[in-house]
């Protein structure tokens, strides 16, 4: 791998603590991270990282090989490795900071041009008429009867907002923090999307996701750091929150499908409360933050 991408002689490899096949190589050329391919592609990820760079916003550099490829013939890319750290339990100082810097990143990115390309599994279950068709059947419950119901209701409002390329997984684990400021976010993830989902797939994350009781007015916070908003974002807010709470919801559902499992046996472990570690304990945990949005659906849409 340095050879290939002409990285110069190796001096460390560590192992990445908790991104599994990641490695920071030390080289004489400096820091690294030598990785899989990722989801996006590779000349849209370049692409992205150097409308960034020019905006002051930062996104590991590629690395390419010694014959311009962007990804080697063992199926790695090579990025420059930024310092700093994943807060998974940030303060709300870090998470408004965090806010602000996905407002000011999706700005740079409404600018490349990103059409829809076709429908992946990852993809369909963050669209509002696949969860409106998929998720009834799965008799999860009031709740998500109740937060389809607020979706359906909003779908027009949700089916007008203008789509561009946008970063689709903006959590806590994927923003690297330096304090309270913003070093980068990492693990691209390109979907064809409203910035409003973008911005809620993360207060989905920062403020929803293992919360009981939501903080309505720390989420208005994070919302409006991450602004400012048309009046057709505002008014499909906070349906629009309930996007990646189903869309996290179905996701466990669509991969046994596709797997070739039965998800209804999977909803039959998730109705009954089996919290062993597996899939059906991480989907009762998703289960809890879309009933936790239709609690708190009051306040959030005051």
């Known amino acids: 791998m340095a050879g290939e991408f002409g990285l110069g002689r190796v001096r460390d ?3 990445v603590p908790g991104h599994r096949d990641v490695v920071r190589l030390a080289a004489e050329r400096g820091v690294f991270l030598v990785r899989p391919a990722g989801p996006a592609d590779p000349a849209l990820y370049e692409q992205v ?13 590629p690395v390419r090989t010694a014959a311009g490829a962007l990804v080697g013939t063992s199926g790695l890319v090579v990025q420059e490795f930024l310092p700093g750290t994943a807060s998974l339990s940030p303060t709300p100082a870090q998470a408004l900071s965090t806010m602000r810097h996905i407002g000011a990143y999706h700005s740079v990115l409404a600018t490349i041009s990103f059409p829809a390309a076709e429908p992946t599994l990852w993809t369909r279950v963050a669209e509002p008429r696949y969860l409106l068709a998929e998720l009834p059947g799965r008799r999860l419950g009031d709740a998500v009867l109740t937060a389809l119901d607020h979706l359906a209701g909003a779908l027009p409002r949700i089916g007008e907002l203008p789509r561009q390329l ?41 403020q929803v996701h293992g919360h009981h009781d939501l903080d309505a007015a720390a989420i208005g916070a994070c919302l409006r750091a991450a602004g400012p908003w048309t009046a057709a974002e505002r008014s499909a807010w906070p349906a629009m929150l309930l996007l990646p709470a189903l869309q996290r919801l179905a996701t466990p559902f669509a991969v046994a499908a596709a797997s070739g499992a039965d998800p209804s046996a999977l909803a039959d472990d998730v109705r009954s409360g089996n919290a062993r570690p597996g899939p059906a304990a991480a989907t009762i945990r998703r289960l809890d933050a879309v009933a936790a949005v239709v609690r708190g659906w009051p306040a959030l849409a005051a």
């Open 49 to 61: 990282a150097a409308r960034l760079a020019q905006a002051g916003l930062r996104q590991a550099m």
């Open 166 to 206: 946008a970063h689709g997984d903006i959590g806590p684990d994927n923003v690297l923090m330096d304090g309270d400021d913003v070093v980068a976010v990492i693990d691209f993830t390109p979907v064809h999307q409203p910035v409003l989902f973008a911005v809620a797939t993360a207060i989905y994350w920062y």
């Open 13 to 15: 490899i560590t192992p």
